[in-house]
């Protein structure tokens, strides 16, 4: 009987504190949007771009620190200019698409690097930008990412089809009269602001690993679209609400440990699957 | 489908296009009038995919119309179905044989809408048709190179095009599908389609299509196979010889091995 209270006391505890359920909500939150924007990405291999859209912000994200400005807007605005520029750039052809991201990635990073340098004295909030902190969300931040998400999941509920289309087969997207360059486009401007979204709650530095691992583990559990999605959205959650568990309890940084946790489910489910393979006889 | 009787489905005016600067074809003018089958050959090389790719706006055209029903083509592209060689489909991506053949109603679902159950009965009435209906579950990469096939022919079916282009449809399946892709084909074009078949054999061309376009990076001959179906027609077209036989009651084209 003791047992029992103790563990549920130990579950229930954290999420005394506002500041914890707080960062419930905004982990998940997050965590889910990326895990359906994710699903994109595993399965065109946009991880590369996702990556530096994510480094690209920061330049962004510190100017508008420096003129006392909105971050998220900040942020948005290099990721969508660095989107552009990558497209302008491999355009002609001598460029390749990933060496343009590798120029514009570290171009745009080392640009809020040298800028951050400029700032003589206190930067712990700049290094949460690039670190995540959760534990920090507040209830405006709540509202933003409630919103921006809310706008993410309703442009992937609207252009469900010609998303899957075009990630299938953008030449047959092409030849049917579909306007594949915009649809491009939409959708890297969902992983932008998606990438905006968690800022805050993983960092810059690792947001990749949630657009990536929950994604990656639910298509190594399923065939079919539509389950990926959901099944990389719980997965998503799962390693939220367990990240932030080991955070409170051990008392390390809140958004590595959710990519960690996420990383730990990959790897149980790939090493699950093999074993099981393994065991049964080959038809 | 509407039953307004245009003069021609297809008209291709002066079309040049390439993949950069030089043409790869040019001078390209033909028309076709609805309800034909029609093949283009040409030997590898000439043309044909790119002429193709160039109708469908795939690559820009460096000069020309292009025309379907009169109007410009690149406007009305949900009405031109589009099978490309045996290429790689995106073997990995978690989709069903139904998923893909689905794809093929988007255009007419339209933007933001969900396929209703018309697009469903479109779906089960092609794969059924292709002879997939039990593979409808499957992933898509679990199917064989012919069943592939099959399957984006279904998706094309699914579609229910005016103009159909379908490039080299019976490369890499064998001969009972080949007859079976056949027969569908010319069950469309008896229902008024217009059915565009680029193609290597020479000899199913010389029984089976109503008019033969012949491409060598520019248009060597159009007309019925009676008409373009002669040996020098075939040297320009193919650049080597070949020789038309008669094997009882059909003709038969073979490569001539002593070069006359």
């Known amino acids: 009987m003791r047992g029992w209270f103790s563990m549920i006391e130990f579950l229930v505890a954290p999420f005394e504190f506002g500041f914890m359920q707080r960062a419930l909500l905004g982990g998940v939150l997050v965590g889910a949007i990326c895990a359906l924007v994710g699903t994109y990405v595993v ?11 994510a480094h690209a912000a920061f330049p962004g994200v510190v100017i508008a620190y420096l003129l006392k400005g909105n971050i998220y807007l900040g942020a948005t605005i290099f990721a969508l200019a660095t989107a552009l520029a990558i497209g302008l750039v491999s355009r002609r052809g001598r460029v390749s698409y990933d060496t343009a991201i590798g120029i514009l990635f570290a171009g745009a990073f080392a640009l809020g690097v040298l800028l951050m340098s400029t700032i003589h004295g206190y930067t712990v909030d700049l290094f949460s930008f690039l670190f995540g902190n959760v534990l920090g969300i507040s209830q405006r931040d709540l509202l933003l990412v409630g919103l921006l998400g809310a706008m993410v999941v309703l442009t992937i509920i609207l252009f469900y089809k010609e998303l899957l289309l075009l990630s299938f087969d953008p030449t047959t997207a092409e030849a049917m009269g579909y306007p594949v360059q915009a649809l491009n486009h939409l959708l890297l401007g969902l992983i932008a602001l998606t990438i905006v979204i968690s800022i805050q709650a993983v960092g810059i530095i690792l947001v990749v690993a949630l657009l990536v691992t929950p994604s990656a583990t639910a298509y190594l559990l399923t065939e079919r679209f539509l389950r990926m ?3 990389g959205v719980l997965l998503a959650a799962l390693a939220a609400v367990i990240g932030l568990y080991l955070s409170y309890y051990l008392n390390v940084a809140s958004g590595a440990a959710i990519v960690l946790v996420s990383t730990c489910l990959f790897f149980l489910v790939l090493a699950s699957l093999r074993l099981w393979k393994a065991r049964r006889p080959r038809a | ?8 489905c297809l008209e291709v005016r002066d079309l040049a296009a390439g993949y950069d600067d030089t043409p790869a074809i040019e001078g390209i003018t033909f028309a076709i009038p609805p309800g034909q089958m029609v093949g283009v050959i040409g030997p590898n090389g000439a043309g044909k995919s790119t002429l193709f790719k160039a109708i469908l706006g795939l690559i820009p055209r460096q000069r020309g119309e292009i025309l379907l029903h009169e109007a410009p083509a690149l406007s009305q592209r949900a009405l031109m179905g589009y099978l490309p060689q045996l290429e790689e489909i995106n073997r990995a991506f978690p989709v069903s044989v ?5 794809m093929g109603r988007y255009p007419r679902v339209g933007w933001c809408r969900r396929p209703g159950p018309t697009d469903d009965e479109s779906v089960r009435q092609a794969l059924t048709r292709v002879d997939l209906l039990p593979h409808a579950q499957t992933q898509i990469g679990q199917l064989s190179g012919g069943q592939q096939q099959r399957a984006l022919l279904a998706r094309v079916l699914a579609q229910d095009p005016h103009l159909l282009l379908l490039d080299e449809p019976l490369s890499g399946v064998d001969a009972t599908t080949q007859h079976a892709i056949f ?3 010319e069950e469309l074009r008896d229902n008024g389609k217009t059915v565009v078949v680029a193609t290597h054999d020479l000899n199913c061309v010389v029984e089976r299509f109503d008019l033969v376009l012949c491409i060598n990076r520019r248009v060597i001959a159009y007309g019925p196979p009676k008409e373009v179906f002669r040996e020098d027609i075939l040297d320009k077209t193919y650049g080597h010889h070949l020789m038309i036989v008669q094997v009882g009651d059909r003709r038969v084209v073979v490569a001539d091995e002593h070069g006359h």
Do not use: T
């Open chain 1, 43 to 53: 399965l065109r291999g946009l991880a590369f771009v996702g990556d530096a859209l």
């Open chain 1, 229 to 231: 999605m959901i099944l």
């Open chain 2, 1 to 8: 489908m509407d039953k307004k009787p245009w003069k021609y």
């Open chain 2, 98 to 102: 139904e998923d893909v053949v689905m």
């Open chain 2, 183 to 185: 027969a569908l084909l």
